[in-house]
T-cell receptor, first 114, second 116 residues
Framework: AQSVTQLGSHVSVSEGALVLLRCNYSSSVPPYLFWYVQYPNQGLQLLLKYTSAATLVKGINGFEAEFKKSETSFHLTKPSAHMSDAAEYFCAVSATSGTYKYIFGTGTRLKVLA | GAGVSQSPSNKVTEKGKDVELRCDPISGHTALYWYRQSLGQGLEFLIYFQGNSAPDKSGLPSDRFSAERTGGSVSTLTIQRTQQEDSAVYLC??????????????FGSGTQLSVL
């Protein structure tokens, strides 16, 4: 069975500092991986996804993530945090065949300090 | 509307009552998903539809939960004999099912269910 683990339910960074949100997956074969973001009082929206093309994936708002098979990781980074990045971030995994079910992690709430 | 619409946005009910939650997907989207979001639990998969069929309903917690989709559009999630542990935000998402690698889920704002 597939699963994702997000380390750190809450992360605080200073404005302008590096953002690093961690996600590790468990899957018998390399899956598709996603980061979704939920801004306050808004629905979740796709930030970026890995679908076996490039291992370094760039998304919206300056975020990027790198797929590392050897570490079974898909960490989300942004070089310089902005106040508007404060939100909850979810890592998700889906299989490349079979069920279209998406498995989400427990989420990481990012707080940006002025 | 342009997005996924869920109603009601808030529902307060008494333990033991039945509730129905509605999801209107984006027009033309063939796939529809239901998730449950509880504090500290992340998003818990419940069921997904392709058209009116549910190929995977493995996430439904018990036989008190059921869902249907009609006309390849609107979906209803029904919870019978609600329990306090059913309190959560129920999220619906839809997608234009095509190439798996290019699928993108569009989420509604959810229904906050509170069981007293």
């Amino acid at each position: 069975a597939q699963s994702v683990t997000q380390l750190g339910s809450h992360v605080s960074v200073s404005e302008g500092a590096l953002v690093l949100l961690r996600c590790n997956y468990s899957s018998s074969v390399p899956p598709y991986l996603f980061w979704y973001v939920q801004y306050p009082n808004q629905g979740l929206q796709l930030l970026l996804k890995y679908t076996s093309a490039a291992t370094l994936v760039k998304g919206i708002n300056g975020f990027e993530a790198e797929f590392k098979k050897s570490e079974t990781s898909f960490h989300l980074t942004k070089p310089s945090a902005h106040m508007s990045d404060a939100a909850e971030y979810f890592c998700a995994v889906s299989a490349t065949s079979g069920t279209y079910k998406y498995i989400f992690g427990t989420g990481t709430r990012l707080k940006v300090l002025a | 509307g342009a997005g996924v619409s869920q109603s009601p946005s808030n529902k307060v009910t008494e333990k033991g009552k039945d509730v129905e939650l509605r999801c209107d997907p984006i027009s033309g989207h063939t796939a529809l998903y239901w998730y449950r979001q509880s504090l500290g639990q992340g998003l818990e998969f419940l069921i997904y539809f392709q058209g009116n069929s549910a190929p995977d309903k493995s996430g439904l917690p018990s036989d008190r939960f059921s869902a249907e989709r009609t006309g390849g559009s609107v979906s209803t999630l029904t919870i019978q004999r609600t329990q306090q542990e059913d309190s959560a935000v129920y999220l619906c998402a839809s997608s234009l099912r095509g190439d798996r690698a290019n699928e993108k889920l569009f989420f509604g704002s959810g229904t906050q269910l509170s069981v007293l």
